[in-house]
């Protein structure tokens, strides 16, 4: 059994695999607008894009982080959500593996993957 560690070693190699392919996608896609204007302009949107990505997810994880804090408090002071934070973290994993299947998932990715989405 992996231990926590290794597990979130893998999941950002994942994440990372990923990522890098979505970048070099996008910087495929800004080398080819930006011809007229030179590649600096390519490299340097494919750099903000990447800060405002990693921005984007840090200040999430930051919130995530600050809400698992928060509820851990609560569980010290309130025995009974103690008691059933196995049932809560279920609920959570069961209503995220639903949005998976859900038809609204295939919209929102419809639309994101578009090309005319902006």
């Known amino acids: 059994m992996p231990t926590q560690a290794e597990y979130e070693a893998l999941r950002q190699a994942r994440q990372r695999q990923q990522t890098d392919a979505f970048l070099q996608l996008y910087h495929r896609v800004a080398q080819s607008k930006a011809r007229a204007r030179g590649s600096l302009m390519a490299s340097l ?5 990447k800060v405002g990505y990693f921005v984007t997810w840090a200040g999430f994880g930051l919130v ?6 928060g509820l851990d408090a609560l569980a010290m002071r309130w025995p009974a959500l103690a008691m059933e934070h196995g049932v809560l973290i279920g609920a959570a994993l069961t209503v995220a593996g639903a949005y998976q299947v859900m038809p609204l998932k295939s919209a929102c990715l419809t639309h994101c993957r578009s090309h005319s989405a902006s």
Do not use: I, P
């Not at 949107?45 to 894009?49: Q, R, S, V, Y």
């Not at 995530?64 to 804090?69: E, F, K, P, S």
């Open 45 to 49: 949107g494919t750099a903000l894009f």
């Open 64 to 69: 995530a982080y600050g809400v698992g804090r």
